[in-house]
């Protein structure tokens, strides 16, 4: 149980806390457009919110709760002009991809469709903007995989 709560504290209550800390300062910006934006909140899930592989209990009930939070979070704000969305990514370059072994790598890597590759920072920060800029996107999750669907076990 320990193991369980520190990852639902740091994926979970630690997303949620952060978005309760950054909220005041949202509500009080000065709204922009025809629609009165105020700016968006973007979480950040996981693939593993759909498809978790053996050993990822933990790991992906925080990851799907945060996808469960996007929708209602997103009707709570909508009276402050404040959207929210959430990005659910597999495997990209990244400082925690590095430290894989070669073997899950490739295992991971076998599991994408197109590309077959990482995704780059680069390709999460488009999405983010997108997010950013176009005020249609709300209350949605955004899977960025390649059509990747993560296999039982690696």
């Known amino acids: ?81 404040i959207r929210v969305m959430t990005l659910a990514p597999s495997m990209f370059d990244s400082a925690m991809t590095e430290k894989l072994s070669d073997k899950v790598k490739q295992s991971l890597l076998k599991s994408m469709e197109y590309p077959k590759r990482p995704g780059q920072p680069s390709e999460f920060a488009e999405v983010v903007r997108a997010c950013i800029t176009s005020s249609m996107l709300n209350g949605e999750v955004i899977r960025l995989d390649g059509a990747s669907r993560m296999p039982a076990r690696l």
């Open 1 to 81: 149980m320990d193991n369980f709560r520190f990852v639902l504290d740091v994926n979970l209550i630690g997303t949620i806390d952060l978005v309760r800390s950054c909220l005041p300062h949202l509500t009080i910006v000065e709204p922009q457009g025809p629609d009165g934006d105020r700016g968006v909140v973007i979480m950040v899930s996981s693939a593993a919110a759909f498809e978790g592989q053996s050993g990822q209990v933990a790991y992906s009930a925080s990851k799907g709760a945060v996808v469960s939070m996007t929708l209602p979070m997103a009707r709570d704000l909508s009276r402050y002009g």
